[in-house]
């Protein structure tokens, strides 16, 4: 479900124990209800491929008697339908290179496979990853797959990116941009950049929760407190809590013909790289590993293993969280606290982004 923001004050720290971005790499937390967790959201996805020799240090721990989404003044809006209008659409694929469980993709499918309507799907990233771009090419190969293609262009800056959006939205008389708010800080940045360029330029941009376990808005929270990793562990709890993946389009409009040429990335479509891979390596999740008091790091290693494919995209939150309800009976585990973590920094990094964005929806 896409929804409207409107921009607000930058956002303050009002505690020592507030957690604004994203820990250090290979941190460990604990908070007092007992959930632990292991955040790898920012190392660099390229080391992904070393990722079951990579150990945490045993003293690598961070005590978090609270770590929370500082009150703003103000809530984020209910969310709000894409206008019924909109069926040309670019759908910017960034951090999330999947056709599996991608409601920015599957909504721009419902949309523009209509006469008068044009689907432009364009990869675009300035953090160059052996994982992003190995999944980029299993991307475009299921794209292909379903009759549609994936556009890559070259980026090597937010700069760039906008550019290339912009010059295709107008090329193709395109009515907005949708895309999956990022779940790394890197990303994000790039993100919010790009659509203060969009905005600027009069073009909207809409956003989805594909890549969280769930809209972090819609948490209820009271008027005076934070949004805590408690109260989001609360939430996703219940295997019913979240909904359940989104399953892949079997087919996808063709692109425009022909569609504007803007400094095109040669990218071959490849199958294997990517999702399918990462699902493979997801099988090996059993019980025992991922009881969180198991002795030594033994359930870390499947988090280390899956980090590359979580980074890029090529796996969602939602689509690991039923593989681990389907193994495990419940929501629980190694796993399960690096999905519910990395929803909670989406939520974090998608308010620090309301602060500089006029209007996003």
Not at 45 to 65: F, I, M, V, W
Not at 206 to 212: E, K, R
Not at 333 to 351: Q, V
Request: charge should be neutral; aromatic fraction near 4%; proline fraction near 4%.
């Amino acid at each position: 479900m896409a929804f409207v923001v409107s921009g607000s004050a930058p956002i303050s720290r009002t505690s020592t124990r507030v957690l604004c971005s994203p820990p250090s790499a290979a941190s460990l937390g604990s908070l007092r209800n007992g959930m632990s967790f292991m955040s790898m959201n920012t190392l660099d996805s390229s080391h992904s491929a070393t990722a079951n020799a990579a150990r945490p240090a045993s003293g690598a721990k961070l005590q978090l008697d609270l770590v929370r989404l500082p009150y703003t003044g103000h809530r984020m809006r209910a969310p709000a339908a894409v206008p019924s209008g909109v069926n040309r659409v670019l759908v910017w694929f960034q951090a999330d290179l999947r056709v599996q469980d991608n409601e920015a993709l599957n909504e721009a499918v419902n949309r523009c496979a209509v006469p008068g309507g044009a689907f432009v799907p364009v990869y675009a990233s300035s953090n160059h990853t052996t994982d992003r771009l190995n999944a980029a090419q299993e991307l475009k190969s299921e794209m292909q797959k379903a009759g549609s293609d994936l556009i890559a262009v070259h980026s090597s800056s937010a700069a760039d990116t906008a550019n290339a959006l912009l010059e295709l939205v107008s090329a193709e008389h395109l009515q907005a941009v949708f895309l999956n708010f990022a779940t790394s800080d890197r990303d994000a940045d790039e993100q919010q950049r790009v659509i203060s360029s969009l905005e600027e330029a009069g073009v909207q941009a809409f956003g989805f929760w594909s890549n969280a376990l769930c809209d972090v808005s819609r948490i209820e929270t009271a008027e005076n407190e934070q949004l805590s990793l408690i109260a989001l562990r609360k939430e996703t709890a219940e295997a019913n809590a979240i909904a359940k993946p989104i399953e892949a389009k079997r087919a996808m409009p063709k692109l425009p013909t022909p569609v504007y040429d803007y400094n095109t990335l040669e990218l071959a479509a490849i199958h294997g790289r990517g999702t399918s891979r990462a699902l493979a390596q997801l099988q090996s999740l059993d019980k025992e590993s991922q009881t969180l008091n198991v002795r030594g790091l033994k359930g870390a290693d499947l988090v280390l293993a899956l980090k590359g494919a979580l980074d890029c995209g090529s796996l969602s939150a939602k689509m690991v969280h039923s593989h681990i309800v389907t193994v495990m009976g419940e929501a629980r585990g190694y796993l399960f606290n690096e999905i519910a973590f990395r929803t909670f920094t989406c939520g974090i990094l998608r308010s620090k982004m309301a602060s500089s964005v006029k209007t996003l929806v």
